[in-house]
């Protein structure tokens, strides 16, 4: 089993600071890594793919970096709809895809 | 763009099946594979399996014993079955589209099914 985890569990940032959030993986992964953002009472939304493709629709003040191991969701700009908890999901391992406990990003 | 909804029993008794169905619309079930997630109540989320529209399927070792998952492409539609459930399978369940490179695009709302007597 490949277990994700992330930091910090929780991020507080005021509007319009950055925030970096982390995901790694206990083995590698190379690029198939996907980021979730979940709002409360809310499904989860595909936010990144391939570790650093936004998704259609996702604003461009969302970006994803790494590979293997290690990898980042970065949001430049905070704007208060951005406020929710950010899942990472390996899909490497199709025998048991994982995910990460979650970040959730609240209001400084 | 394709929608998911998800329906079945709120309310599930100990020992007994968890039942769901997921409904498709805005596209064809006959392409992509197709997921159940679940999340307790404040947790995250688990990965519960997939079923691609020709009905091979891949589980979650943890839950294999006890999940079926099954299609109907006649219908748009997809099932859970998860047997012997306890307490600890209250959750939110949801049905999602996995792409062909595994990530999950398209997200039903999902439902809570409570484990209880």
């Known amino acids: 089993e490949i277990v994700m985890t992330q930091s910090p569990a929780t991020l507080s940032v005021s509007p319009g600071e950055r925030a970096t959030l982390s995901c790694r993986a206990s083995q590698s992964v190379s690029s198939n890594l996907a980021w979730y953002q979940q709002k409360p009472g809310q499904a989860p939304r595909l ?3 391939g570790a650093s493709t936004r998704a259609t629709g996702i604003p461009a003040r969302f970006s994803g970096s790494g590979s293997g191991t290690e990898f980042t969701l970065t949001i430049s700009s905070l704007q208060s709809e951005d406020f929710a908890v950010y899942y990472c999901q390996q899909y490497n391992n199709w025998l048991l895809f994982t995910f990460g406990p979650g970040t959730k990003v609240d209001i400084k | ?17 968890l039942s769901l169905t ?3 619309s805005g596209g064809s ?6 997921s159940w997630i679940r999340q307790p109540p404040g947790k995250g989320l688990e990965w519960i399996g997939y079923i691609y529209y020709s009905g091979s399927t891949n589980y979650n070792p943890s839950l294999k014993s006890r999940v079926t998952i099954s299609v109907d492409t006649s219908k748009n539609q997809f099932s859970l079955k998860l047997s012997s459930v306890t307490a600890a399978d209250t959750a939110v369940y949801y049905c999602a589209r996995k792409t062909y490179t595994g990530y999950l695009s398209d997200w039903g709302q999902g439902t809570l099914v409570t484990v209880s007597s």
């Open chain 2, 1 to 17: 763009q394709v929608q998911l909804q998800e329906s079945g029993p709120g309310l599930v008794k100990p020992s007994e099946t």
């Open chain 2, 22 to 24: 997921c409904t498709v």
């Open chain 2, 29 to 34: 079930i006959s392409s992509y594979y197709w």
């Open chain 1, 47 to 49: 936010l990144i793919y």
